[in-house]
């Protein structure tokens, strides 16, 4: 609770009491008061940890009471226990010496300590050295004051003294590291009670609050071996251990007295607090410590770096800072140590031109989260889109991701001028490519014909490696600049570079079906024809003949064969895909009646004859009656007689070599069962030596004969 007027601490009061003046109402050592919420573990904790302890030596002696140093000790073990002891001298109830008070407050709350470290309570004004007048005593309630030892006052003690970096920077390193493997028990040796406190202040102040409550002290002891803190004090002239620097037990020993504390080795992270005590304000390191603890960043030197930045007015950012600072701000709840974040926002966008794009990239993210003012937000998307361009302009790589639109429009313009002013200035492809991917991630659109010379070199890069740019990443501007692309293509199709055009390009752009009159799409095309397999070429052959148009036929039959001959597959498709009456052009046609003539071939001559698909074109022409009359005689040859087989002859005479040969073993077959010689003298002679060859019956011979 830290509300005014709310209770900060229950107390308690340990004294030497006469018969019903304490707590257990009999006489002796016991509390002899306590608050209302106090209860029976507050005074186990307080009783097993935190009473003064008399030296047995000095009471023999008889010493004067105030030679007795005051004490101070705190403790955790889920609860928070302070106590500070006075002694008294006598006992109430007779003459021996013994008698002692402590006051202790005790919670479970650490926010009851505000700010501040438990070392710091020595001194403060809440503090009672006499017995309560019953056995109720008041609790310490909000606004409570520490004692007089802070932040300043630590500071000018340290660095007042000749070694006293040297000596805080062992005492924390110890500090740091109570809970570890490397944990080692403190004792100091020191007549004050005040200066060991403030050591222990110093150190802890340079802690973390929270933390620093967890660490357990006393101030002093008489048995430190059965003291259950840490950190411990011994008075040396109580006669309490003979631990010494040179003979050390296993304690960090700090010999205040002699000047001289045990070889410690020091951890990075105390000399960096130490450090930062003696070169900065010393609120500003109290400010350091506690928000390094704060941010949550698990490395200790970059929570401490973060810190610093968060705090030190004057301390600039490095580029590592800003790295720190904006990956930060990105990672963690906009709310978490919401002023802080503010000054690292300042920080960033004051210097905001000296960031690499990395760092803009991730700010950017912050600014697009609502942590900064809207008003700023337009400075940080500038300075990235500026940062992006130059890294694109230099390296030609440039991230594809697409960033979402900032509010406003007011940066736009700005923007696209920055685009054109890089653009001026890149003589290679690359760096072109890299600019516009840039101006795309932003949905900027720049004038390309402002930049033609930019232009000039992309589409000079990117007709000889289609691979290596991707229009799409461009956004808008791949649209103008495909465009013109495919204008520079065509003029190289007309010089004479098709198929090397075709080749290259095959693939980079949609074949849409019906074909269009664009000479690029027909090289395409009839390249991707010649490369595919048959199966494919057969598919993609019948969808651009069943979507082409009859005023378009012959363009897209001329692309579909251009570099290379239809396959009887192919062929077949004409019939069953175009419209009756669609001519052929006879180069098309001509490859079925020039070389390997079969019977399938003459039967697709004909189909494409019955729908109207044959161009003029005497030799199929032919051909087709030839092979009419040839089927004929082959199938009529066994009833006919006389004249009829001397229309036979004359027509067998007068077909075409290619038909005979067609029809060769067809004929062979029928002249010889019928024993005809008119036909057989007829026949070509290479069919003529087939028929005599292996046969009794000669009808040749026979017809010499005759003759």
Not at 79 to 92: D, Q
Not at 653 to 680: E, F, H, M, N, Y
């Amino acid at each position: 609770m830290t509300a005014d007027g709310a209770i900060a601490f229950e107390t308690l009061i340990y004294t030497d009491c006469v018969p019903g003046q304490g707590l257990q109402g009999t006489a002796g050592l016991q509390f002899q008061a306590r608050s209302a919420g106090a209860d029976r573990a507050a005074e186990s904790l307080v009783q097993q940890t935190g009473l003064y302890e008399p030296p047995a030596r000095w009471m023999r002696e008889r010493r004067p009471v105030e030679q007795y140093p005051p004490s101070l000790a705190h403790t955790f073990d889920g609860r928070y226990a302070t106590a500070a002891g006075v002694y008294l001298g006598r006992e109430a109830n007779g003459g021996r010496e013994g008698n002692q008070l402590t006051h202790a407050i005790v919670t479970r709350d650490p926010d009851s300590y505000q700010l501040h470290r438990p070392a710091q309570l020595f001194g403060a004004p809440f503090w009672t050295t006499t017995p309560a007048p019953g056995t109720r005593c008041p609790s310490v309630r909000h606004p409570w004051e520490p004692g007089p030892f802070d932040i300043a006052g630590a500071q000018h003690f340290v660095t007042a003294r000749p070694g006293g970096a040297d000596l805080l920077e062992s005492l924390l390193s110890c500090l740091l590291a109570i809970g570890t493997a490397a944990e080692r028990r403190v004792l100091f040796r020191g007549e004050d009670a005040a200066e060991v406190l403030r050591w222990i202040s110093a150190a802890t102040l340079l802690i973390p609050q929270r933390r620093a409550l967890a660490i357990g002290f006393k101030v002093f002891t008489t048995n430190p071996a059965y003291a259950t803190q840490p950190v411990l004090a011994v008075h040396p002239g109580w006669d309490s251990t003979s631990v010494t620097v040179g003979e050390d037990g296993g304690y960090a020993v700090f010999d205040l007295a002699g000047g001289v504390f045990s070889r410690v080795e020091v951890a990075e992270d105390a000399r960096r607090r130490v450090r930062l005590l003696f070169d900065e304000d010393a609120y500003d390191v109290l400010d350091v410590v506690e928000l390094a603890a704060a941010n949550g960043r698990a490395d200790p030197v970059e929570a401490f770096e973060l810190a610093r930045s968060m705090v030190l007015p004057k301390r600039a950012l490095s580029a590592g800072g800003a790295r720190l600072a904006v990956s930060w701000l990105r990672s963690t709840p906009p709310d978490l140590l919401a002023p802080s974040r503010g000054v690292l926002v300042d920080k960033l966008i004051g210097k905001i031109e000296a960031w690499p794009a990395e760092v803009l990239l991730e700010l950017d993210e912050v600014a697009r989260s609502g942590q900064i003012d809207p008003a700023r937000v337009a400075a940080v998307r500038i300075a990235l889109v500026r940062a992006e361009l130059d890294r694109a302009a230099r390296t030609g790589r440039a991230f594809d991701l697409a960033l979402p639109a900032l509010p406003g429009g007011a940066w736009r313009g700005q923007c696209e001028n920055l685009v054109l002013q890089t653009l001026r200035t890149c003589p290679e492809p690359r760096a072109v490519d890299a600019v516009l991917k840039v101006a795309n991630r932003f949905a900027l659109v720049p004038d390309l014909d402002r930049a033609p010379e930019a232009v000039e070199a992309l589409l000079e890069g990117w007709k000889s490696d289609p691979a290596g740019y991707s229009p799409y990443l461009w956004g808008s501007c791949g649209d103008l600049l495909l465009r013109e692309l495919r204008g520079e293509l065509r003029l190289q199709i007309a010089a004479g570079g098709a198929d090397l055009v075709g080749d290259l390009w095959r693939g980079r752009f949609t074949l849409k079906s019906p074909l269009s009159d664009d000479p690029l799409d027909a090289v395409l095309l009839a390249a991707e024809m010649a490369h595919r397999d048959p199966a494919d070429r057969a598919d993609l052959a019948g969808e651009m003949l069943r979507a082409a148009p009859i005023d378009a036929l012959a363009r897209t039959v001329g692309a579909l064969w251009r570099r290379t001959s239809p396959t009887d597959q192919e062929y077949a498709l004409l019939p069953a895909v175009l419209p009756a009456g669609a001519r052929l052009p006879p180069w098309l046609v001509d490859p079925l009646v020039r070389d390997g003539l079969t019977h399938q071939r003459v039967a697709l001559l004909r189909a494409l004859d019955e729908r109207r698909l044959l161009a003029p074109f005497p030799r199929a022409e032919q051909l087709l009656l030839d092979d009419e009359r040839l089927r004929e005689i082959t199938r009529g040859l066994a009833t006919a007689s006389g004249q009829r087989l001397d229309e036979y002859a004359a027509q067998l005479a007068d077909a075409s070599p290619a038909a005979v040969r067609l029809w060769g073993d067809d004929l062979v077959a029928a002249i010889r069962a019928v024993k005809q010689s008119t036909l057989a003298a007829a026949l070509p002679e290479e069919l003529r030596a087939r028929l005599r060859a292996g046969h009794s019956w000669n009808p040749l011979r026979r017809r010499r004969a005759e003759d």
